[in-house]
């Protein structure tokens, strides 16, 4: 997967090592000479381009072209937003991810300005602090823009109904998706004659309503 990321700091550098370990390509843009020079310590040269990401012609030579993803995730969501929609308007950009720092701005964040999904830091940990007193072991990892609907992670607990029966078998309601089990070392597709297993981390597909309904499922 070719991925480009614009925004060079602590959120833009995280994500490229994470994709990198991962064996996708990366490219992460960023104009700021104090912060490239810290880039240089924290990133492989050739993931490195100097440009703005507000610049057509700094997006295209950096590779905008051949990219899969793009990343926006400076500090700023007018630059953000612009990199949106240059990323997907000016280069039809298959996937934009993009950084919401204004809880206010989110509305912004649409198709109608490029965005595929957006990424709101503050709901998001609204949603975390809500689930820790509401859902006990769920953990919502990504919030979609389209619905209502979450990937979330789950996690099966020793005592849970759950354990050592297939998925087809636990009556799942059919607005959630299982999409995989981690179990130590091993993820593990989850398909329906996937049997769970205590301590297993499950990732899902949920609205709000049916991921308490996975709670109930997976917890004692």
């Given at each position: 997967m070719n991925v480009i990321i614009v925004g060079g700091g602590k959120t833009g550098v995280y994500v490229a090592n994470l994709l990198l370990a991962n064996?996708?390509?990366v490219k992460v843009m960023e104009s700021r000479r104090s912060v490239l020079d810290k880039l240089k310590d924290e990133l492989p040269m050739d993931c490195i381009f100097?440009?703005?990401g507000t610049d057509p012609n700094m997006m295209e030579a950096a590779g905008i072209n051949t990219a899969d993803?793009?990343?926006c995730a400076t500090g700023a969501d007018e630059t953000n937003l612009v990199a949106s929609t240059i990323g997907k308007f000016e280069f039809?950009?298959?996937?934009i991810i993009a950084r919401v720092n204004?809880?206010?701005n989110a509305w912004m964040f649409n198709e109608g300005m490029g965005v595929d999904v957006s990424i709101n830091q503050a709901d998001l940990m609204g949603h975390i602090i809500?689930?820790?007193i509401d859902l006990r072991d769920m953990t919502t990892l990504l919030k979609l823009e389209r619905g209502n609907a979450s990937i979330v992670q789950i996690h099966v607990s020793e005592t849970s109904s759950a354990c050592n029966k297939r998925i087809k078998d636990l009556g799942i309601?059919?607005?959630a998706i299982i999409i995989a089990a981690m179990r130590g070392e091993e993820n593990i597709?989850?398909?329906g004659d996937t049997v769970i297993k205590a301590g297993d981390d499950l990732l899902a597909m949920a609205d709000e309503t049916t991921q308490a309904k996975l709670n109930k499922i997976f917890h004692a």
């Open positions: 064996h996708c390509r100097e440009g703005s993803v793009l990343v039809s950009v298959p996937r204004n809880p206010h809500l689930e820790g309601p059919s607005s597709i989850a398909k």
